[in-house]
C-alpha cells in the first residue's frame, strides 16, 4: 500500500532521518565527510572520510587539558593524529567552540568566539556561497568551491600545510621561487602539538635529497642525493629493501619549473602507514600492524639516538648505553623535570648553583672551578684560542664570564661560550673520547657533600642501636623472602621484593647492558649466586596477566637458553632475574674486543651451533611455539666455557602494543628484520629465521652488517657483498674475519655461509625452518647454493631468480 505516490518505508525513513537531524547536538545534520556553509562542528561531532579512513574533530593529546581540532585515523585503535589545525592556540571548552564555514573560510572559533585558526583564502562572493571543507581518505582535509568533486576548484588543502606527519600521496615541496621549504615539524611534546624543535625537509642547497634540522638552522642529518634507477636516497639503503619487498610503498621525485617535491604511496591501498617527525628528533618510517594492534617502526633516521643534535638541550649529555639517554652534566638540573619525565629532554639543564665568576684568574677553593669529564665528544662550536699549555687554557675560560668549558688536545686550546649542546657521553669501551672540563662553583658539589656527611652522621647516631639489634632479624626475614617467596615456593620462580633487589644490585649501580625491554644490572644474592637484574621499560600489564607470562617463560628449560631465575612486580616496577653470564654478549667478543683475542673458528661454529639449537627448542619443543622476534648478537650470551645462551626470548608477550620498541633495532643496510616486518603481513617462526641468517654473517665476518665494504667495485654495504660471494661461489675465506688470518675450517666456513643466505631469502617459504638450521650444522643434510636474496639482488642488480630448495 502506498500513500499518495510515497511509498511508506521511505517516508518512514525520512521521517527518523529529520529527526536525527534535529535531535543532533548541533542541531544540524550534514553529509558525513563535510562541512557545508551555515554548518559547524563542535564537542564531540566528528567528520569521517567516505571510506571510513579518517576522522576531524576536537581532541585532547595525552594528558594535556587543550584541545585542538585535528585528524586522526579512524579504523586504527590506537588514537594516532596526523594534522592538526591550531596546533598554538587551543581551546578550552569544546562545547562553546565551533569549527564552521565563515566567509568563504574554514574557521576555528574559540569559546569568547574569537576566531583563531582559519584556512585564510581569498574567496569572491559568488564562491563563498558554495564553499566546503571535505575530509578525503587519503588523510587530506580540501576546502573547495562546490560538492562536485570532479568540477569544484580546490582553494586550500591541508597536505600544503602538514605538521609532524607526511601521510602518502602528499607532497613535500620545494618552492624554487622562493627557495623555501615545506617543513614537517616534531610536535613541542607528547602533550603538546605546538612546532617542536625538529624538522624534516627538502635541503634547499641539494633539492633531490632531504634533511633533518633543529631549530631551522642546524642540519644534522641527510638524506644523500635521490638516485631515480634504485628509486630511493643514497645514504637510506633501507629503503631499498622496503621498496623492493611485496605490498610495500612507491618513492618518487619530480623536478618542475616551479618546484620540487617528493611523493609517495603504497601499492596496497589497504597499507597504514606514514612518515612522521617524532618529538625525539628523528624521522621515523612507521606501519600499522592490525593483528598486534600496534605501530611498528620500519627505521629511524639517524639510527642512533644520540645523533639527533642537541637531543639532550643545553648542558644535557647524551649516552646511548644509559638508563635514559640524557642526563645532566655534574652541577645541573633538568629545566623541566616533567618534560623529562616524558622523555623529552630538548628544555635541556640548568645550574644549580650560579658561577661565581672570579675576575682574579686563580682557580682558588671559593670560586669557579672546573669538573673533569672523561671519555666524552665535545660538544658543538667551540672557540680555538691561543695558548702553550693546559693551565693557560684554563686560565683563559676561567678568566671569561661567559665561558663554560675548556679542553686542550694536542697543544690545541678550545673553549666554549653559553650554552654546552650536542655533547655526548661515551662507554668504558669506547676509545675515541676526548677529556672536558666544565667550569662549575667550586661549593657546587662540596656543599652538597658536607650535608650528605651531616645527615649520615646523625642518622647513623640515632639509629646505630636500632640497627645492631635488628640486624640479624631482618636479614633472616629477607633470606627467607629472597629465597622462598612469597607466592611461588615449591622450588619454582621466585617472586623478590623491590627492595630486595635495590640491595642486590647495589642500588641498581652496576650497569651491563641496556636492551629494547630494559636495562640490566649486576646483583649478588645472599647465597653469593651473581644474577642479571633486568629493569623492565614500557610493561603495562596488569599483575595477573604478567605473572602467568612470567610463569610460562620460567617453565622454558634448555642449555641455549638463559635461566629465569624470579621476577618482581611492585605497582608500576617490573623486574626480571636471570643467570648471570660472565662473557656478556656476544657483541662485545665479535666488535668490541680490539684489544683482546678474537674468538676463533671453532668456538664460533659452536656458538652458531647452540644459539640455532636454543632458537629451534623455542620454535618447535615449547607448548606454544615462540617467536623471539629480536635475534641478534646482543641478545646472545656467553657463559664462562663460551657456551651460547639465547635471551629476552618470550618477552615480546608483556610488551604488548609496545612492542613496536623492541623493533626499532634495524642497523643499516638491512638490520635483523625480516621483509615481512616492512610489508606489515603475519609474523611466522622465519622471521628469527632470516634475523639468525643475518647474525650468522656477522659471526663469520666479524663486520656489523650495516658496515661499509671495501670492495673496490662499488663499497657496498656487507649484507649485499656477503651474499654475492656466496651465491656466485667465491672463496667464501674472503668472508673470513681478518683477525682469525684464515684459521678456519674450510667446509664448516662454506657450510655456515650457505645457510646464512638461505635464511635471508626475501620469502619466509624459501628459508630454512630453524631445525633444519640445526640440522645443516650439524654435518647431517648437505646444503645447495643459494640464489640471491632479490632485494639484495637488486641492489647490485644481480637478478638471480632460482628458488629451488636448500636441502
Not at 667551540?382 to 702553550?388: C, D, I, L, S, T
Not at 639465547?646 to 612492542?659: H, I, P, V
Not at 647431517?780 to 647490485?796: N, T
Amino acid at each position: 500500500m502506498k500513500i499518495g505516490n510515497i511509498n511508506p518505508r521511505w517516508f518512514m525513513f525520512s521521517v527518523l532521518f529529520l529527526f536525527m537531524c534535529l535531535s543532533h547536538e548541533s542541531h544540524v545534520c550534514f553529509a558525513v565527510d563535510t562541512i557545508s556553509t551555515n554548518q559547524s562542528l563542535s564537542g564531540n561531532q566528528t567528520i569521517v572520510s567516505a571510506g571510513g579512513v579518517f576522522e576531524l574533530g576536537f581532541f585532547r593529546p595525552g594528558n594535556s587539558s587543550n584541545y585542538y581540532i585535528g585528524t586522526w585515523y579512524k579504523k586504527v585503535s590506537r588514537f594516532t593524529p596526523v594534522w592538526v589545525a591550531n596546533r598554538e592556540k587551543p581551546v578550552h571548552d569544546i562545547y562553546s567552540s565551533v569549527l564552521k564555514i565563515y566567509d568563504g573560510n574554514l574557521v576555528l572559533f574559540n569559546e569568547s568566539r574569537v576566531p583563531i585558526w582559519s584556512t585564510n583564502v581569498s574567496s569572491g562572493p559568488a564562491i563563498s556561497s558554495s564553499v566546503v571543507a571535505v575530509l578525503l581518505d587519503d588523510g587530506n582535509l580540501v576546502l573547495r568551491d562546490g560538492l562536485n568533486s570532479i568540477s569544484s576548484t580546490i582553494l586550500w588543502q591541508s597536505f600544503d600545510h602538514p605538521t609532524d606527519t607526511w601521510l602518502p600521496g602528499s607532497k613535500l615541496r620545494f618552492n624554487k621561487r622562493t627557495n623555501q621549504s615545506q617543513r614537517i615539524i616534531s610536535w613541542r611534546s607528547h602533550d603538546d602539538p605546538a612546532p617542536g624543535l625538529f624538522s624534516f625537509e627538502i635541503d634547499p642547497a641539494e633539492t633531490n635529497q632531504v634533511s633533518l634540522v633543529w631549530n631551522r638552522s642546524q642540519f644534522y642529518w641527510f638524506s644523500g642525493a635521490w638516485d631515480p634507477q634504485t628509486m630511493s636516497f643514497s645514504l637510506v639503503p633501507e629503503m631499498r629493501m622496503a621498496s623492493l619487498s611485496n605490498s610495500t610503498y612507491n618513492f618518487s621525485y619530480f623536478s618542475e619549473e616551479n618546484e620540487s617535491y617528493f611523493l609517495y604511496y603504497f601499492y596496497n591501498s589497504s597499507t597504514t602507514a606514514k612518515l612522521f617527525m617524532d618529538v625525539s628528533g628523528q624521522l621515523q618510517q612507521m606501519s600499522w600492524l592490525e593483528d598486534m594492534e600496534q605501530w611498528m617502526v620500519q627505521f629511524s633516521q639517524p639510527r642512533q639516538q644520540c645523533g639527533v643534535y642537541a637531543l639532550c638541550g643545553a648542558f644535557g649529555s647524551c649516552n646511548e648505553i644509559s638508563l635514559s639517554f640524557c642526563n645532566c652534566l655534574t652541577g645541573f638540573q633538568p629545566a623541566s623535570q616533567q618534560n623529562w619525565n616524558q622523555q623529552v629532554y630538548s628544555d635541556g639543564c640548568v645550574r644549580k648553583t650560579k658561577l661565581r665568576c672570579s675576575d682574579a684568574g686563580v682557580d682558588v677553593g671559593t670560586g669557579d672551578r672546573f669538573l673533569e669529564s672523561r671519555n666524552t665528544i665535545f660538544p658543538t662550536h667551540p672557540q680555538n684560542m691561543m695558548a702553550v699549555s693546559s693551565l693557560e687554557c684554563k686560565s683563559t675560560c676561567l678568566k671569561n664570564c661567559s665561558c663554560t668549558a675548556y679542553a686542550f688536545e694536542n697543544n690545541q686550546c678550545s673553549i666554549w661560550i653559553g650554552d654546552l649542546l650536542n655533547l655526548q657521553q661515551l662507554g668504558q669501551d669506547d676509545t675515541i673520547g676526548k677529556v672536558l672540563y666544565i667550569k662549575l662553583t667550586a661549593d657546587s658539589e662540596s656543599s652538597s657533600k658536607n650535608k650528605k656527611k651531616v645527615i649520615v652522621i646523625a642518622i647513623a647516631v640515632s639509629t646505630g642501636l636500632l640497627l645492631l639489634g635488628l640486624m640479624m632479624f631482618i636479614i633472616m626475614k629477607l633470606r627467607r623472602r629472597t629465597i622462598i617467596g612469597p607466592e611461588l615456593g615449591k622450588g619454582s620462580l621466585v617472586a623478590f621484593g623491590y627492595k630486595d633487589l635495590q640491595k642486590t644490585t647495589k642500588n641498581f649501580s652496576e650497569k651491563i647492558g641496556k636492551g629494547g625491554f630494559g636495562s640490566v644490572f649486576k646483583g649478588t644474592l645472599p647465597d653469593r649466586s651473581v644474577v642479571a637484574v633486568k629493569k623492565l621499560e614500557g610493561i603495562n600489564q596488569g599483575e595477573k596477566q604478567f605473572r602467568t607470562e612470567v610463569r610460562t617463560i620460567g617453565k622454558i628449560n634448555h642449555v641455549n637458553l638463559v635461566r629465569l631465575r624470579g621476577f618482581c612486580y611492585e605497582g608500576s616496577r617490573k623486574l626480571l632475574v636471570y643467570d648471570f653470564m660472565p662473557k656478556g654478549s656476544l657483541d662485545r667478543h665479535l666488535f668490541r674486543a680490539k684489544d683482546s683475542e678474537p674468538l676463533d673458528w671453532k668456538t664460533r661454529y659452536q656458538i652458531a651451533l647452540g644459539a640455532a639449537r636454543g632458537l629451534a627448542y623455542l620454535h618447535d619443543n615449547c607448548v606454544d611455539s615462540i617467536i623471539h622476534c629480536d635475534i641478534k648478537p646482543e641478545n646472545i650470551l656467553l657463559d664462562v666455557d663460551n657456551c651460547p645462551k639465547l635471551s629476552d626470548f618470550g618477552l615480546a608477550k608483556l610488551l604488548g602494543r609496545e612492542f613496536s620498541r623492541v623493533l626499532t633495532t634495524m642497523r643499516g643496510t638491512v638490520g635483523y628484520l625480516a621483509p615481512e616486518w616492512i610489508s606489515g603481513v603475519a609474523i611466522t617462526p622465519k622471521a628469527d629465521v632470516y634475523s639468525f641468517g643475518m647474525m650468522l654473517l656477522e659471526l663469520v665476518s666479524g663486520k656489523r652488517n650495516f658496515e661499509p665494504t671495501n670492495d673496490k667495485e662499488g663499497g657496498t654495504f656487507f649484507p649485499v657483498w656477503a651474499a654475492r660471494q656466496v651465491t656466485e661461489g667465491v672463496c667464501v675465506l674472503k668472508l673470513l674475519d681478518s683477525r682469525l688470518n684464515g684459521n678456519a675450517d674450510l667446509e664448516e666456513v662454506s657450510r655456515i655461509c650457505k645457510v646464512a643466505c638461505w635464511c635471508i631469502q626475501d620469502n619466509e617459504i624459501h628459508r630454512p625452518s630453524m631445525s633444519q638450521v640445526v640440522q645443516i650444522l650439524e654435518g647431517f643434510f648437505d646444503v645447495s647454493l643459494p640464489p640471491m636474496p632479490r632485494f639484495l639482488g637488486e641492489i647490485i642488480n644481480d637478478r638471480s631468480t632460482d628458488f629451488s630448495s636448500p636441502i
